[in-house]
T-cell receptor, first 114, second 111 residues
Framework: KAGVTQTPRYLIKTRGQQVTLSCSPI?????VSWYQQTPGQGLQFLFE???????NKGNFPGRFSGRQFSNSRSEMNVSTLELGDSALYLC???FGGGGNYEQYFGPGTRLTVT | TQLLEQSPQFLSIQEGENLTVYCNSS?????LQWYRQEPGEGPVLLVT?????EVKKLKRLTFQFGDARKDSSLHITAAQPGDTGLYLC???????????FGTGTRLKVLA
């Protein structure tokens, strides 16, 4: 069974640009969550999608957005990049549906903003 | 305000030593998870504890959920270099599908 895949693995962008990251969940999983990980703030929740609907959103500005497709694949977009957006962006998939479901993480996309 | 505080923040020990890391909060949780993250990878789920006072063992790792379900500990016996990594605790916030992660303990086991 293939794991969660994220593309690209590494990305370098310039301030003011926008970026789109992709996440393919484990087959059969309908929930995809996105996280930002930085040395200073740790691992912080961005948003969660289930069956193409955003169910939860973290405390990030509107420059951070996401979507989920009918095949459960998800993308997140960051517009007008700032230096502080440099981070490891992780996605996690699960069956969803509430309760104590298990999350499976991808390897992440390392974004560097210069 | 950080919901989950982990201690210590950093730990460097010799192979064969024992260690305990902690995850503390002032809130009560229905369950708590522990993850390990290695460099260049995403976190990997180690265990989920659900019942207050519950103890779970995974080879040399022992996990305990506090009686009041506000804290948890992870004890590693005879640590090995392969145990090196970032250990994270996480809880699902009540009534949401949103996980909160702890501040993390970065462990380095020297051969």
């Amino acid at each position: 069974k293939a794991g969660v895949t994220q593309t690209p693995r590494y990305l370098i962008k310039t301030r003011g640009q926008q970026v789109t990251l992709s996440c393919s969940p484990i087959s059969g999983h309908r929930s995809v969550s996105w996280y930002q990980q930085t040395p200073g703030q740790g691992l912080q929740f961005l948003f969660e999608y289930f069956s193409e609907t955003q169910r939860n959103k973290g405390n990030f500005p509107g420059r951070f957005s996401g979507r989920q497709f009918s095949n459960s694949r998800s993308e997140m977009n960051v517009s007008t990049l700032e230096l502080g957006d440099s981070a490891l962006y992780l996605c996690a998939s699960s069956f969803g549906g509430g309760g104590n479901y298990e999350q499976y993480f991808g390897p992440g996309t390392r974004l560097t903003v210069t | 305000t950080q919901l989950l505080e982990q201690s210590p923040q950093f730990l460097s020990i010799q192979e064969g030593e024992n260690l305990t890391v902690y995850c503390n909060s002032s809130s009560v949780f229905s369950s708590l998870q522990w993850y390990r993250q290695e460099p260049g990878e995403g976190p990997v789920l180690l265990v989920t504890v659900v019942t207050g006072g519950e103890v779970k063992k995974l080879k040399r790792l022992t996990f305990q959920f506090g009686d009041a379900r506000k804290d948890s500990s992870l004890h590693i016996t005879a640590a090995q270099p392969g145990d090196t990594g970032l250990y994270l605790c996480a809880v699902l916030t009540s009534g949401t599908y949103k996980y909160i992660f702890g501040t993390g303990t970065r462990l380095k086991v020297l051969a």
